[in-house]
């Protein structure tokens, strides 16, 4: 299948492996706490090091995600996030940066509820360069899979230590932008896997496909990060960002003026963790 995509995934990953270096993929959940500060992380995101952006599609019932991101999926919900205010903020974030790609991430009902080629098509305007949808599998491609690709739209599909070899090949079928390792069996945020299994996981997935390795789940500290920049073509850190949201709110939940600085000082760290992690 031809896929008329933005390329952005595509150059952004043959930069990183001409620097010699793997990227940090960087998730908040669009409109937490609120629209303008959401925005406002957005915007912070690529100057802080995010190589990537993952936008989270606010779910009130999401099997993927742990508290963190339920949490920060509800006060944006509470503070009128809906899917048409997450593209928006794609829309004016992209009038500033035409460079950084960005991947929205949820579930299917939101975007079976808004239809799913109006979806698509005002996603691709507004600048989203790849989905990934947790709760569909590749029995389910004619659903959202394979219209996301007709319409130039990246579907990235996540691989877990359970996905056997004689599974990975129709998993990654019609897998494009990268491939995204969910290093343990469990929700974000709970645990992490040791340096030696996500290796050779890699070392798998990489026997299967030639496409970028992004490794998330259990990612915490810079430290944690440049561990997994030594072995994978990206580290993806998304509950521990959106911890730093929920710290810098005040008792009434509002956002206090150190929560964007305390954001991209994160995501700074962990940005260096990933540079330095081939030493």
Known sequence: MTITET??????????????????????????????????????????????????????DPMADGPAIQASSLRALANGARMSRTLELVRTFRAG?????????????????????????????????????????????????????????????????????????????????????????????????????????VERLKRHTSLPIAVGFGITTPEAAAEVAKVADAAVVGSAIVRQVEANLDAEGRPTPELVPAVLDFVRALAEGVRGGRG
């Not at 595509?10 to 937490?32: E, H, I, M, N, Y």
Request: one cysteine or more; a negative charge.
């Open 7 to 60: 390329g952005r995934l595509a150059r952004r990953f043959a930069d990183l492996k001409s620097a010699g270096r793997a990227g940090l993929v960087a998730f908040v959940t669009a409109g937490d706490p609120d629209h303008d500060t959401s925005l406002a992380i957005l915007k912070g995101l690529p100057g802080a090091g995010a190589d990537v952006i993952e936008l989270g599609m606010p779910f009130t």
């Open 97 to 201: 940066d035409q460079d950084t790609p960005i991947v929205l991430m949820g579930y299917y009902n939101p975007i079976y509820s808004y239809g799913v080629d109006h979806f698509l098509a005002d996603a691709k305007a507004a600048g989203v360069d790849g989905l990934i949808v947790v709760d569909l599998p590749p029995e389910q491609d004619e659903e959202l899979c394979l219209p996301a690709l007709k319409a130039g739209v990246n579907f990235i599909r996540l691989t877990t230590p359970t996905t056997d070899d004689l599974r990975l090949p129709t998993v990654l079928a019609n897998t494009s932008g990268f491939v995204y390792y969910v290093s343990i069996t469990g929700i974000t945020g709970a645990g992490s896997a040791s340096a030696g299994d996500i290796s050779g996981a």
